[in-house]
């Protein structure tokens, strides 16, 4: 029996990532004229379409070097008349044209009468386009492992999506890990299903909501479904770290293995979130998060989940990753349910 489920869960888990998939490489509508002009600290001069300024790198797309990947500190000015966001240092968000600014490193936003921004203090810079799709930025990896000797297998999936806009930030990201050795009673899966949003405020604060669904064998948990929100603040944003602090509630409904009932909890969530990003070859990207989950209506009761991950890149666009996950509860509602689960998993990842 307990196959049969873990077999049908990997299934629709596998099934969303597929789809996943498909529509992040599903073609995108014809992109704008390539007419944006770098100038480099060397006076060299690069013209093309700018398609982002992320982690201290600008990606630019041209018509005969192909594909550029810049370090944002060797770039002396932009002119475009294209209209961008600019998200800065302290979390403040400008939009509009780019060009010189005189002899300072820096870019005047929306023309003359504009704005003067600090190319040091520019931590994001996303072109306004009209096509959704073009706003998207995500990765997709896969890893499997298998050991004769306890004649074990283990394969992983995962998929990453974020969405970003001059008002707020959109992620979907979903998750499988299946251990299966051959024995219905030690079959194991985790599936992880989770969308947030934020709206951006002003000075770096933002309001946050998150939809949740879990599955975890280990912890005897046939699946929860939360729904919460909260407030945040991003404490530190740069070209190479970001690190995040949001708090709020959450109510949670779960269905226990072993058990026709279930049950309903109201939980504060805390999470700090950690990136840290080497834009010089070979690209690294190291990412944490770590939540908190104290019950309130079942005081005494806590939970909590942590995800770091290690991305290598390898090649442009595809990476090997490392992640580690764990999860814990002091008071697993399975009669036969661990109060922890934990791992190692690795794979091959493509970013779009």
Known sequence: MQSSVVAKGGRTMRGLLTLAALLAIAPVAMAREKIDVITM?????????????????LTLS????GTLSIEWSHVARVDTSYVFQLEMANGAILLGSLGGAGDEPALQVGGSDGQVARMSDIVRLTPIEERLLNRFEGSISAGISYSKGSDSRQTNLAFDATYYDDRYQANLSLSS????????????????????YRRLRANRWYTAGLAEAQRNDELGLDLRVSLGGGIGRFL??????????????????????????????????????????????????????????????????????????????????????????????????????????????????YSF
């Open 41 to 57: 600290d060397n006076g060299d001069r690069i013209t093309g379409e700018i398609k982002s300024l992320k982690q201290g790198v």
């Open 62 to 65: 041209t018509d005969n070097l």
């Open 177 to 196: 890990i299946a251990t299966d050795d051959g024995s219905e009673d030690d079959a194991s899966v985790r599936d992880d299903l989770a969308f947030t």
């Open 236 to 349: 530190r944003q740069s070209q190479r770290t970001v690190l995040a602090l949001t708090g709020g509630l959450l109510v949670s409904r779960e269905w226990i293995a072993g058990s026709a009932d279930t049950q309903s909890t109201l939980e504060g969530y805390m999470q700090v979130g950690y990136d840290y990003f080497v834009y010089d070859s070979p690209k690294v990207n190291l990412s944490s998060d770590l939540t908190l989950y104290p019950s309130i209506t079942e005081w005494g009761r806590v939970r909590s989940d942590l995800d770091i991950t290690l991305k290598w890149e390898l090649v442009s666009d595809l990476s090997w990753t490392l992640q580690f996950y764990g999860s814990y509860d002091n008071e697993p509602q399975a009669a036969d349910g661990s109060t922890s689960d934990y791992g190692f998993v690795t794979g091959l990842g």
